[in-house]
């Protein structure tokens, strides 16, 4: 009989987790997603921007400058 009574109880269990699964209503919407996602992508578009101003406008012509003098050593 305790094997039987094993069973039983798991499946008390499960049901109460399912059960309590199913009560537990969050504020977590369609709406809070959809905003959190809209967010995240202003920020990566401000993000990338502000890298690529950084690149082009400081470092890209800085680094490029530098290789070509290296590359064009007179020798002298």
Known sequence: M???RKIQNKLNKAAVAVQCALAD???EG???TGVKILIGVV???LLF???Y???AGNIY???NNR???LFNYSGT
Request: aromatic content about 20%.
């Open 61 to 63: 012509p800085t680094a």
């Open 30 to 32: 369609f709406v809070d």
């Open 25 to 27: 209503r969050k504020a």
């Open 2 to 4: 305790t094997v039987f």
């Open 53 to 55: 101003v950084l690149f």
């Open 49 to 51: 921007n502000f890298l």
């Open 43 to 45: 920020i990566g578009t």
């Open 67 to 69: 290789i070509y003098r």
